[in-house]
């Protein structure tokens, strides 16, 4: 008794280089393998990123926090996290401000904190440059002249006086931790502060 040959190309199960569409399937198969990935990957980003925001949000004053003109949940959140004093509190806190956060729109928040930051930078920089001219105009017999060229509506006979003092203070620069050295240079930091009106506000400095 003769038996059938068995086809092989009429079972796609057999071969699967004989199926025109497997190719594209496991190609389908791979995408999407790489799709969530992908996905997971930018959600972890995401978390990071807001709870980065978070934590900086938490290192903010009240004063500062009220100024971002935050959503009430967002901002009730923040106050409470600097109410609570131990560890614990203030973690599931943080959690929940993250959770505030992938609620709500975050750009308008973000693009607050940068002007903030940047403001913050240009104040510190400021800060700096103001801290130079006391220290120079306390060492260098010469830095008098050239603050008065560039700072020409200060009041001059004062600001000598007060050089003077702060020289003899700190013996020109060479004693600056006695008592009276520091308190004549702070004297001197506040004048050319309050005399410039870009300046920074006082570090204590």
Known sequence: MMHPHPDTGSNPDS???A???AEEQLDAEE???YGNFSSKSAKKREAE???KMGQELTLMSAEQLKKLDLHDKLLNALLDYQRFKSHGAKKRQLLLIGGILRKIDVHEVEE???VLNGEAASARYALHQLELWRDRLITDSQALTEYLDEYQATDRQ???QIVQKAQRATKMGQDLESPQAKAAARVLFRFIRDSNNDSPADSGA
């Open 15 to 17: 071969d699967p280089d």
């Open 19 to 21: 199926d025109p569409n």
């Open 31 to 33: 995408g999407s393998h």
């Open 49 to 51: 990123r807001l709870r």
């Open 112 to 114: 607050k904190l940068a």
């Open 158 to 160: 004062q600001l000598r």
